[in-house]
């Protein structure tokens, strides 16, 4: 057989897979996967990140407010305190200059590097989920693996205002010392990654087998299936769990207090609000809009990163019947 024409050869419809067999059957039933990128070229950045938020965050409270302002009761841009547990710094677009008190020379510095790497990371780590989920609808073989692409195609690079902004984020947690915590929940979008130094960090193992405790009692599993999460996890989300017709499990996960605290960074994938996702590419019938999808998701959870007050008024809300998620 003579040679085939390159010139006249299409080009693969998509890359080959990233994840191997052994790694799609992983996060499709357990919900979570160990990720190895230390070869990576995100690696060396988010070890930048984590040097140079830890120089950010080292800033008075005060300046930190300012450099980085949030809405009040809005912990999803902007710099957030949440006394005795933790703060954190979050990104869902580039941010404008507007600190009323004017940065010195080495905040204007230290700024610039932290957001020069955010947005580095930001679209490295979106590049990389928006491939994993290609590779796990061809996995699933139900779901198109182009059918992400208008839910997604807003967040691959960091939305350049508030306004192109999708739910879509990336934050960076300092916990502190014996008293950083977050309750046990699921996160709410497509797919989300957490880099971890230090211990906190577990996650709920659906696989695993019982404990001699839950062996003899069945009725009531136990609490010791939590594991210590690797250095950085990918997390199945609430709308990949929905979209993938509840094929996919969502990863139960919790931050428990240590006594060295922990640092960490997370890159949540959502889907844009903006469009209309017609579930016929995901196996199934219709359309919703992804507004509504989200906020039925949204419905009755607890934000595990808000302030405390609000945390307690939506835990008892649900008390009756709903889940901390
Ligand atoms: O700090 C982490 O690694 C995870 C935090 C978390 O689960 C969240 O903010 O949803
Ligand atoms: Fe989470």
Request: contains cysteine.
């Amino acid at each position: 057989m003579s040679a085939p024409d390159l010139d006249t050869v299409a080009a693969p419809s998509r890359p080959p897979p990233l994840l191997t067999e052994a790694q799609l059957q992983q996060i499709c039933r357990q919900g979570y996967l160990d990720l190895d990128l230390a070869s990576t070229a995100v690696y060396k950045d988010l070890d930048g990140l984590f040097a140079n938020s830890s120089t950010f965050l080292d800033l008075p409270t005060e300046r930190k407010a300012q450099l980085y302002p949030s809405i009040p009761g809005d912990t999803e841009h902007g710099y957030s305190h949440i006394p005795d547990e933790k703060e954190f710094l979050t990104l869902r677009y580039r941010p404008s200059a507007q600190c009323t008190e004017k940065p010195s020379d080495e905040e204007e510095r230290v700024c610039a590097d932290l957001e020069g790497l955010m947005e580095r990371v930001w679209n490295d780590l979106a590049r990389l989920l928006h491939r994993m989920l290609h590779d796990i609808s061809a996995y699933l073989g139900s779901i198109d693996p182009s059918a992400w692409d208008p839910l997604i195609s807003e967040s691959l690079q960091l939305p350049s205002s508030r306004e192109a902004a999708t739910p879509t984020l990336l934050r960076v947690f300092r916990y502190y010392a014996e008293r950083g915590v977050a309750e046990p929940h699921r996160d709410l979008g497509l797919l989300t990654v957490c880099v971890t130094r230090g211990k906190g960090l577990q996650l709920w193992d659906r696989l695993g087998p019982p404990s001699p405790k839950e062996e003899a009692d069945r009725s009531r599993p136990s609490q010791d299936r939590w594991r210590d999460a690797g250095e950085i996890t990918v997390m199945v989300g609430d709308t990949l769990r929905v979209l993938s017709g509840n094929r996919v499990p969502a990863a139960a996960h919790r931050v428990i207090a240590t006594d060295k605290g922990r640092s960490s960074i997370v890159f949540a994938l959502r889907s844009s609000l903006r469009s209309t996702i017609d579930l016929e590419d995901f196996g199934g019938y219709g359309q919703v809009k992804a507004r509504v999808l989200w906020n039925e998701i949204r419905k009755s959870r607890v934000n595990v990163n808000a302030q405390r007050d609000a945390r307690e008024e939506q835990i008892a809300k649900n008390r009756k019947g709903a889940s901390i998620a």
